[in-house]
């Protein structure tokens, strides 16, 4: 039988979010550049005759059943396209806050995608895998080999990986979760109807200054939208950008979780325990991205 099989499932950050327009499909066209964090779920794979899956961890009960479960859809849309898909029971700890904008259930999937490739023997780059990836969510492609790169239409265009500086970040969710649908229809953009705004800056072979200048000129278009939605993101946003050596406050994805970027790991522990001591109900965690 073969040994079990782990990943780490990241938090996916949206460090920029430009909204380009809406498509006559109905999906929104965007621009982003994505990062991945140091924290996020952890996913096993034991292998069995049966797909499974048990759910453990802070915030497990959120994580929803079986059926809605984006582990198992994943998982299932892959057996469907490859026939005799060796399987098991997946293991997830769940410490990621849901509908956060941080991705925490696409990276899920996608991590499970990842260990039954290898289960299997299959690249990531076989279609099959890329095709159970873009069929269980739009933000699953890019968490599927983790790594800093563009994202563009509906999340379906992947730019190559990028070798981004090191950037230290608290990450703060107010622990209010924050639906995408509700966001976008709040923009009130119709099919067809582009959104005006600047290019996205350059951010290929940037140092990290260059970086920090490129991302406080790039914005994300959904943070206004999403703070009326969600009072509680204009908080997080304040506490964040009140605390010492900020050098950048914005919202990831549709929300509720915030970051903020900061020189050295020194500073962004002490901004994290700030934030923690004001607001200790809320998901406050110091880490980097890449």
Not at 19 to 26: E, I, K, P, Y
Not at 226 to 238: C, D, F, S, T
Request: hydrophobic content about 45%.
């Amino acid at each position: 039988m073969p040994q079990p099989l782990a990943t780490r499932a990241p938090a996916k950050i949206n460090l920029t979010l430009h909204v380009l327009g809406r498509r006559a499909d109905g999906y929104h066209d965007l621009e982003s550049l994505v990062a991945f964090a140091g924290t996020g779920d952890d996913l096993r794979l034991e292998p069995g005759p049966a797909l499974a899956l048990r759910v453990s961890g802070p915030t497990a009960s959120l994580a929803g059943g079986d059926a809605d479960n984006l582990v198992l859809k994943a998982a299932r849309l892959l057996t469907e396209r490859f026939e005799g898909l060796a399987v098991g029971t997946f293991h997830l700890v769940k410490r990621l806050p849901v509908a956060a904008g941080i991705g925490g259930g696409s990276s899920d999937a996608a991590a499970a995608l990842r260990l039954l490739a290898h289960l299997n023997g299959l690249p990531l780059s076989y279609p099959a895998v890329r095709e159970a990836a873009r069929l269980t969510g739009a933000d699953v492609p890019v968490c599927l080999e983790p790594q800093a790169r563009m994202m563009r239409g509906a999340g379906e265009e992947l730019g190559p990986a990028l070798r981004l500086p090191r950037l230290f970040s608290v990450l703060v969710n107010p622990r209010v979760p924050v639906e995408t649908p509700a966001v976008f229809k709040a923009l009130g953009l119709q099919a067809g109807q582009a959104l005006a705004g600047e290019p996205h800056p350059a951010v290929a072979g940037a140092s990290a200054g260059s970086l920090l200048d490129a991302l406080k000129a790039a914005r994300n278009d959904l943070e206004p939208l999403a703070g009326r939605v969600q009072p509680l993101i204009g908080e997080a946003l304040r506490l964040v950008s009140e605390t010492q050596g900020c050098r950048l406050v914005r919202m990831s994805g549709s929300g509720a979780t915030v970051f903020g970027l900061y020189d050295d790991c020194e500073t962004a522990a002490a901004a994290s325990k700030r934030i923690a001591a004001r607001r200790p109900d809320w998901w406050v965690k110091a880490t980097s991205l890449r």
